[in-house]
């Protein structure tokens, strides 16, 4: 492992090691008004939930690296403490990235960007129509953290109401569908991912009654060569280990056990692949089913 000090770096290199490696952060595009009643509109990846009881998310505008000036945003907020904070998605991506741009204070980055306004219905500053995703925030507190360049403003708002398109709801209505929000989020440098089908995947919560640990596998199947972390997690879920199903019945292992009773060491080493197959596929009956067989 290289161990890298961060306060030694430039501020460069500290943006790039941290940015490369806390990621991907979602990212919203925040409407702000200043007391004219100017509108600004930009981007921010350093973003998040933190209290859905209160509903608070914090985003961060830093002081610029290059003359230590506070974003047009932060300064907005400082005179109007309002905030509509747009959920970025796949079909706005480039249009946010061109909102980022420096423009002078009195710019509007909605028409520079060519999103379209939406009146809010409990603050000043208008939502992005184009957003799927729009809440209207009023800001409780702004926390600086420091004087330097690159020093993160935080900007710490609760969340007062949420405008959600009906499109990305499920069948029922009920709930985003987490399949039709298709969330841009920033990485390192210029890299952005974006969340799709192909790249979804669910995990299973640990239930109330908590799985067994990984300590507590036979020594066979936590020693495995072959069987990962991920793996082994998967079967220290259940609640106790499970008994051998007498009606399990399965081609694949019953040609393992066939070929290779006369070589334990091999039907363990096959079994534990077929496991891992069927792990990798969410099948955890099926594979502790195939690891018992062994024992
Ligand atoms: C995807 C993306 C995410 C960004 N995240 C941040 C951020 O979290 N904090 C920040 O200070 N600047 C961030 N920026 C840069 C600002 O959007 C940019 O400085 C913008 O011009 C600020 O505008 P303002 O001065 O009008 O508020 C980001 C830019 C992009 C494209």
Not at 148 to 172: P, T, Y
Not at 198 to 219: H, S, W, Y
Not at 257 to 282: C, G, R, V
Request: charged fraction near 25%.
């Amino acid at each position: 492992m290289r161990t890298i000090e961060i306060a030694p770096l430039s501020l460069i290199d500290k943006m790039n090691w941290l940015q490369y490696a806390i990621a991907p952060r979602p990212i919203a595009l925040a409407s702000t008004i200043d007391k004219e009643g100017n509108v600004n509109l930009s981007p921010f990846s350093f973003f998040n939930l933190f209290s859905y009881n209160p509903a608070i998310v914090v985003f961060s505008p830093s002081r610029s690296g290059r003359d230590k000036a506070h974003k047009h945003t932060l300064e907005n907020i400082q005179e109007t403490p309002e905030v509509v904070i747009n959920i970025c998605d796949y079909d706005m991506v480039h249009q946010i990235s061109l909102a980022s741009g420096e423009y002078p204070k009195d710019t509007d980055e909605f028409v520079k960007a060519g999103f379209n306004k939406l009146p809010s219905t409990l603050i000043q500053p208008p939502r992005v129509k184009e957003a799927k995703v729009q809440m209207e925030c009023k800001v409780n507190e702004i926390k600086s953290l420091g004087e330097h360049g690159g020093a993160g403003q935080l900007v710490i708002a609760e969340v007062l109401c949420m405008h959600v398109d009906e499109n990305i709801l499920n069948s029922e209505g009920s709930m985003i569908d987490q399949k039709k929000l298709h969330h841009v989020a920033r990485l390192g440098g210029n890299w952005y991912c974006v969340v799709d089908e192909t790249n979804l995947f669910e995990v299973t919560k640990p239930n109330r009654e908590i799985g067994i640990g990984i300590d507590a596998l036979p020594q066979s199947i936590r020693n495995s060569k072959i069987l990962t972390g991920n793996n082994l997690a998967q079967l220290a879920h259940v609640k106790e280990i499970p008994f051998v199903d007498a009606s399990f019945e399965d081609e694949q292992l019953k040609n393992i056990i066939q070929y290779y009773s006369i070589n334990p060491d091999e039907m363990e080493k096959k079994l534990h692949l077929y496991a891992k197959q069927l792990l990798d596929q969410n099948k955890v009956h099926e594979s502790w089913q195939v690891l018992l067989a062994g024992a």
